[in-house]
T-cell receptor, first 117, second 116 residues
Framework: GAGVSQTPSNKVTEKGKYVELRCDPI?????LYWYRQSLGQGPEFLIY????????DSGLPNDRFFAVRPEGSVSTLKIQRTERGDSAVYLC???????????????FGEGSRLTVL | QKEVEQNSGPLSVPEGAIASLNCTYS??????FFWYRQYSGKSPELIMS????GDKEDGRFTAQLNKASQYVSLLIRDSQPSDSATYLC????????????????FGKGTHLIIQP
């Protein structure tokens, strides 16, 4: 596809369950970012991949959150033992310009809305 | 602690007028600055980037940067109802040298309403 694709668009789960959110970036974009956005807030940085490796995971809130990008394209954000406070829209973004001054010019997907009951 | 501050609004502007959106940031080492537009229920979309002091114009949009005052603004001329959205200011604190990047720090956004 032409844009960043995220699945599922909506996920409702129960407290304590495991969740996976998938992101397929724009073809050829080496940089991939995960953000989390709560209602009335701006996006909050979680993790950044350059290729297959996590270049910066300083935004992950705790060890229940983990993300992978094994082949340098599709990424999966994994949340273990979900809590009600994890409810948010999880946004994925990609960029062809990581490592240049244009870093920050991101292309966002439509997000995965996670609701933890 | 890196912070980006915006007035959450709502900011109400009559159609055809100039909308002025403001943003301040705390990290004096910040190097690049961005404005994203987010319609309700949609994802952010980049509308302007600015990297040096002064003004940068693109169509009806003008971004202004003053690093000494740690201040970024966005002006929208001839405002249209379709400009009604939340405008997110974002800051990247690092000069990129190929060694990786922090993620952007976003403000909470300013909700702009253009009244017909």
């Amino acid at each position: 596809g032409a844009g960043v694709s995220q699945t599922p668009s909506n996920k409702v789960t129960e407290k304590g369950k495991y969740v996976e959110l998938r992101c397929d970036p724009i073809s050829g974009h080496t940089a991939l970012y995960w953000y989390r956005q709560s209602l009335g807030q701006g996006p909050e940085f979680l993790i950044y991949f350059q290729g297959t490796g996590a270049a910066d995971d300083s935004g992950l809130p705790n060890d229940r959150f983990f993300a992978v990008r094994p082949e340098g394209s599709v990424s999966t954000l994994k949340i273990q033992r979900t809590e009600r406070g994890d409810s948010a829209v999880y946004l994925c973004a990609s960029s062809p310009w990581a490592g240049t001054p244009l870093t920050g010019e991101l292309f966002f997907g439509e997000g995965s809305r996670l609701t933890v009951l | 602690q890196k912070e980006v501050e915006q007035n959450s609004g709502p900011l109400s502007v009559p159609e055809g007028a100039i909308a002025s959106l403001n943003c301040t940031y705390s990290d004096r080492g910040s190097q690049s600055f961005f404005w994203y537009r987010q319609y309700s229920g949609k994802s952010p979309e980049l509308i302007m980037s600015i990297y040096s002091n002064g003004d940068k114009e693109d169509g009806r949009f003008t971004a202004q940067l003053n690093k000494a005052s740690q201040y970024v603004s966005l002006l929208i001329r001839d405002s249209q109802p379709s400009d009604s959205a939340t405008y997110l200011c974002a800051v990247n604190p690092r000069v990129e040298s190929g060694g990786g990047a922090d993620g952007l720090t976003f403000g909470k956004g300013t909700h702009l309403i253009i009244q017909p």
